[in-house]
DNA sequence: TATTTTATTGAGATTGAGTCTCAGAAAATA
DNA sequence: TATTTTCTGAGACTCAATCTCAATAAAATA
């Protein structure tokens, strides 16, 4: 809500209104630390019986990652995933392909190998998707 | 055509039948080392003058994926593109958000440090995605 | 080979995530 | 308050991919 309020900060940025609904979806996304989708976002905003559409959903997200305060994610099962980066640096994921559970990780190494591999090409590295599919403890001794 | 011809190995291990379609369909993905996606397969198989439908190529490449034959890329931009897999290893792929052009990559030593940290949360790596989006030499200059 | 059985195909309907439209609502400005 | 501008919501729309089911082709059998 302050003057460093980074939603309003967002808002201002790109010209648009601050509106209930998009403090709204802020608020949602930043109430777990879960990776949701638009849907479950959009029920957890009706169930707590705050009125919203779908559409105001999915543009007010767009704004959100257009602006760096949350991250999508597609994992392949053909619905994007949201996290907001509040305190969050930045990490790869690390997916169980039967449970569904997703881990965070980051690798220095790794990091440095990539930024090299396309610095040798000549290339500028934009953004890159790095994810691992497992089999999680947990669901190998189940 | 041989007695050991992938694609009907493939075709006999999951109990299905050899078609002409189903060649035609696996010939067509052979006929370029190219990222193409469904529609461009099923055109290009339209335009050499073979009649198919779209179901049926859809169908066939899942088939070839789930045999190993071919692999689907979901690049993020709403359709996956496929590749066959003859005489090619393992590699991962760097993109130009640009000029849409694909190129491949291996390290080992990504490798290596990516099985090391799904080891140490004891899962099981069964697959993994490794994406760089660039800007290429070409469309930097340009 | 002819016949029967079973799987495959194709045209088009359907799905589902995500986007778009546009009239009414809400916010900014005068 | 009046006027202008942006935002919202309901539902239509898009588009890749999947599904349906009658017709067809392949395999099995006689």
Same mark, same amino acid.
């Given at each position: 809500?302050?003057?460093?309020?980074?939603?309003?900060?967002?808002?201002?940025?790109?010209?648009?209104?601050?509106? =209930? =609904?998009? =403090?709204?979806?802020w608020?949602?996304?930043?109430?777990?630390?879960?990776?949701?989708d638009?849907?479950e976002?959009?029920?957890?905003?009706?169930?707590?019986g705050?009125?919203?559409?779908?559409?105001?959903?999915?543009?007010?997200?767009?704004?959100?990652?257009?602006?760096?305060?949350?991250?999508?994610?597609?994992? %392949?099962?053909?619905?994007?995933?949201f996290?907001?980066?509040?305190?969050?640096?930045?990490?790869?994921?690390?997916?169980?392909?039967?449970?569904?559970?997703?881990?965070?990780?980051?690798?220095?190494?790794?990091?440095?190998? =990539?930024?090299?591999?396309?610095?040798?090409? %000549?290339?500028?590295?934009?953004?890159?998707?790095? &994810?691992?599919?497992?089999?999680?403890?947990?669901? &190998?001794?189940?």
């Amino acid at each position: 809500m302050s003057f460093f309020d980074p939603l309003k900060k967002a808002l201002r940025k790109e010209g648009l209104r601050y509106t =209930q =609904q998009r =403090q709204a979806v802020w608020d949602e996304l930043r109430a777990t630390d879960d990776h949701r989708d638009a849907e479950e976002i959009y029920l957890a905003l009706r169930n707590s019986g705050f009125k919203v559409s779908r559409a105001t959903v999915y543009r007010t997200i767009d704004v959100l990652v257009k602006n760096n305060l949350v991250r999508k994610l597609k994992l %392949g099962d053909g619905h994007a995933r949201f996290e907001h980066k509040v305190d969050s640096a930045h990490h790869d994921h690390l997916i169980c392909a039967q449970c569904g559970k997703i881990e965070e990780f980051v690798d220095d190494v790794i990091e440095t190998r =990539q930024n090299k591999i396309v610095e040798e090409l %000549g290339s500028k590295l934009i953004r890159h998707i790095h &994810q691992l599919f497992v089999i999680c403890k947990e669901c &190998q001794t189940a």
